[in-house]
């Protein structure tokens, strides 16, 4: 059995490790699962959805190009572009104006970050003094897409700004290409405040074809060798902005330049397996050229080629992966990563909590978007409780409960720890995270400890006097209980002496008395790789100490030993369960009986708790289920069952062939108001709230132009208009749908206990072009904090990761693709009039009504 345990855990520590594989459960029963309700979706910093994060100094050449406003001087960045000489970039020729016929005045070159301040001492600004659209360019066309603008001055060639080279031949033999862009224009999506790249596979023009020919009026002699396509096959990023880069960097002595392949010009679907499709510069090379040397560029002599660029700009490219070496700055060994104590900010997940008219320094952590964690010795003071908490530097919040540990007697140092509750959720910013609450007992190694001190007894190699005080950050050993010392001052409040609910850490050696002290409720933290992420992790809260930590150590309350009376105040339908012993079982195959007259069925037909599951089957994806909840998928119509199998042997040209609008004929006119997914050749899933009193007349296919009659409409019968719970209908076409490559049916997400953790929010933006942004679930009772109806669990609750708020719209609707490409319908949204922005989304969940669903199919 021992052995059984160890194959369970080694399947279970490998198996998160897979996103597409993560699944996110429905109801909550652990406070160990931050690394799922604030999912990261990249390592690092967390950044927008769409497309990787570019790095300092790796597009140096990149241009943003915008509008100013007449009225209040904002600058709109609507399109991208190349710089390619000292004062010209390179863009498309649909860039020279916007929609109110405007022409850009201004080109922004060396920021990463349009929108803060973050980089701007690298950035430089430049007005525009002529745009050159290629003569042949018509707005009602696709062709030639194409134009130069020239700035008001030369750029100053700096690590951050300098021009791209001009890939001349018209072979393009490169396997992947780059684009990048702030993904704010045209087919690119939403707009986001780092500059994002996305790895392309080229594709021939007549594969292209197939997708952009059939009736696109601007393309009516196809595409021609002046373009080039281009596909994300990963469907996670876009192209790039209108007018931005399709690049390669190729290497010359030993340096990386950027060379340009393509200017970004079209699309359909951001996310969709559609090619994207960009004008071809070797195409225009002379152009390009002869165009910059009319308008006066200097230094471009006759012989411009891939050589004569490379080699002007050589100083300024990034080196070549392959022969950097990561050195020190100078010969002396002084390694500065590995002082004790040094001055820096306390984390952003630290709060101060505060008293009105009274002086107490105390601190605690934020752990989820209303709760902080503290000591108890910080929930009162002066016979008073705290009033409010200072969170990221400037922000205040008042707290509405504190909930003190019932075994804490005043004064002493066990159980000393308290949960404040906010009156409201907390003003997080976008990628904010809450600290994780660090659930293993046992831990080993050295965790960061927070102070404040004088700068000048700190600070590291300098001697001038400077006795104003800042915030520390102390390197700080973990020390078991035979290595701990603990100053005599504190030994009335430990009578009993140190416990397993206390967490001792610090240094040996002891400092200059006064140069740092400890801070009450503050955290010993780390960071932490889950899920191939970077979490922020609180192992204790400072309890007692001095000095920081320095000769005496420092004692914390140890959060693993408090987490089940956490629960009963965080999770309020928490019931503690005895814990059960799971293994695997390597002689059970799907189909067997195992024990408790159960049956061996995959985890996501087993309507159990995954707690609660204590045999898994051959693996973690199999599991002994008893008999009565393995069969509860029975009743489920065959059809929606078979989906998956159905659609994988089905040739696809795009992931979204089941998408319908749902329209009302008013005078002669069809008003499409919003959207279902195709359930069989007769039958449209979609919401009650869609249908409202009045039954559509047709539905219309988005990749097809025909329109199909509605027979009959179908709401649940127990749908609220109000709370819009049970809001789910069907509609009964009069004609028939035949399956093509663009046409097949939607398969319904039949998991009851799991959700996947990375969904794509199906949406029709404002040119009527299918589009995608990312959402991933949330437990029901973090959308009931905010929202005004009480959520059954038939609702879903949703969050966008890169918006501070979660933006649905009457169209939306909530799809899961597994690794084959079958897209998976989990969720549709409440009709609305416009788009809704709370901090969370509700949907209709899918998985609870597969049964209606398979009951009324007609």
């Not at 160990?32 to 790796?58: I, N």
């Not at 002493?412 to 007992?441: T, V």
Request: with cysteine; charged share 20%; aromatic share 10%.
């Amino acid at each position: 059995m021992y052995l059984f345990l160890l194959l369970f855990l080694k399947i279970c520590s490998a198996f998160p490790e897979d996103k597409e594989q993560i699944m996110f459960p429905n109801e909550r029963t652990t406070l160990d699962d931050c690394h799922l309700r604030y999912f990261k979706l990249e390592s690092g910093e967390v950044g927008p959805p769409h497309g990787t994060a570019a790095r300092f100094r790796e597009f140096a050449h990149m241009a943003a190009i915008g509008w100013t406003g007449p009225a209040n001087g904002t600058i709109q960045w609507q399109c991208g572009g190349s710089l390619i000489w000292d004062n010209f970039v390179l863009t498309a020729a649909h860039c020279a104006v916007d929609s109110r016929s405007r022409a850009p005045d201004v080109v922004r070159l060396g920021d990463l970050d349009l929108f803060t301040a973050a980089d701007d001492e690298h950035a430089q600004q430049f007005g525009i003094v002529a745009i050159v659209r290629h003569p042949e360019h018509r707005f009602a066309a696709r062709y030639h897409d194409i134009a130069l603008l020239k700035l008001d001055r030369n750029v100053r060639f700096t690590l951050t700004v300098s021009p791209a080279c001009l890939w001349a031949d018209e072979e393009v033999r490169f396997p992947t290409l780059t684009a990048t862009g702030w993904g704010n224009t045209g087919f690119a999506m939403k707009r986001t405040p780092n500059l994002l790249k996305v790895t392309l596979k080229p594709i021939d023009n007549e594969q292209c074809s197939k997708v952009y020919t059939s009736g696109d009026r601007k393309l009516r002699s196809g595409l021609q060798g002046q373009h080039i396509c281009a596909v994300d096959e990963k469907m996670d990023t876009c192209e790039g902005d209108s007018g931005g880069p399709l690049q390669v960097k190729l290497l010359h002595n030993s340096r990386m330049s950027p060379f340009l392949v393509g200017v970004t010009s079209f699309g359909i679907t951001c996310g969709a397996s559609y090619p994207g499709v960009y004008t071809r510069v070797s195409f225009y090379h002379d152009w390009i050229v002869t165009t910059m040397r009319s308008q006066g560029a200097v230094g471009l002599d006759e012989n411009y080629n891939a050589t004569f660029c490379a080699l002007r700009f050589a100083e300024f490219r990034e080196f070549d992966e392959a022969v950097v070496v990561r050195q020190k700055d100078t010969e002396t060994e002084i390694d500065g990563t590995k002082m004790r104590i040094l001055e820096a900010p306390t984390p952003e997940q630290m709060v101060q909590i505060r008293w009105f008219r009274k002086d107490r320094d105390c601190y605690g952590v934020i752990v989820d978007e209303d709760t902080v964690l503290t000591v108890a010795d910080c929930a009162e003071f002066e016979e008073e409780p705290p009033s409010y908490i200072k969170y990221l530097k400037t922000r205040l919040m008042a707290i509405s409960s504190i909930h003190v540990h019932p075994d804490h007697v005043r004064g002493s140092g066990y159980n000393n720890i308290a949960i404040l509750k906010m009156s409201q959720l907390l003003d997080l910013p976008l990628g904010f995270q809450p600290s994780c609450i660090w659930h293993d007992p046992d831990f080993q190694g050295s965790v960061n400890a927070y102070g404040r001190g004088r700068r000048d007894m700190n600070k590291f190699g300098s001697f001038k006097l400077d006795p104003t005080e800042s915030y520390h950050l102390i390197q700080s050993p973990v020390q078991n209980a035979s290595s701990c010392i603990l100053s005599k001052q504190f030994d009335q409040r430990l009578r009993h002496g140190l416990a397993s609910e206390h967490f001792c850490v610090g240094n040996d050696v002891f400092q200059v008395p006064g140069s740092c002290n400890q801070l009450a409720g503050s955290i010993f933290d780390s960071t932490f790789f889950k899920n191939n992420n970077k979490y922020h992790h609180t192992m204790a809260l400072s309890l007692l100490g001095r000095d920081c930590g320095f000769g005496e150590h420092l004692i914390g309350t140890r959060l693993a030993s408090h987490v089940e009376w956490m629960k009963t105040v965080l999770l309020p339908e928490y019931k503690e369960v005895t814990s059960v012993f799971r293994y695997v079982d390597p002689d059970l195959r799907e189909g067997d009986s195992c024990e408790d007259r159960g049956r061996c069925v995959p985890v996501g037909q087993c309507s159990v708790s995954f707690r609660r599951l204590g045999t898994f089957c051959t693996n973690s994806s199999v599991v002994c289920c008893p008999v009565d909840k393995a069969e509860k998928l029975s009743k489920v119509h065959a059809d929606i069952l078979a989906c998956p199998n159905f659609i994988r042997n089905l040739p696809r040209l795009t992931k979204t062939g089941s998408f319908v609008l749902i329209g009302w004929t008013r005078n002669r006119t069809n008003h499409f108001l919003c959207s279902g997914s195709i359930l069989n050749e007769e039958v449209i899933l979609t919401t009650a709230s869609c249908l409202g009193d009045d039954p559509p007349q047709v539905v219309s296919h988005h990749h097809t132009p025909y329109l199909y009659r509605v027979g009959a409409a179908l709401k649940h019968p127990a749908y609220n208009a109000t709370s819009k719970i049970n809001d789910i209908a069907l509609i009964q076409l009069r004609d028939s749908l035949s399956w093509s490559t663009v046409l097949f049916p939607a398969c319904l997400w039949t998991n009851t206990t799991h959700t996947p953790i990375v969904m794509k929010m199906l949406f029709l933006d404002r040119s009527d072009a299918l589009k995608f942004f990312t959402v991933h679930p949330m437990y029901n009772s973090d959308c009931q904090r905010t929202h005004p109806y009480r959520m059954p669990s038939s609702q879903l609750c949703v969050r966008d990761p890169g918006q501070n708020t979660t933006c649905v719209s009457t169209t939306d609707q909530a799809v899961w693709f597994d690794p084959e490409g079958v897209p998976f319908l989990v969720g549709l949204t409440p009709h609305a009039a416009e788009c809704v922005q709370w901090r969370y989304s509700v949907l209709t969940r899918i998985s609870s009504y597969l049964e209606w669903i398979g009951e009324n199919l007609f």
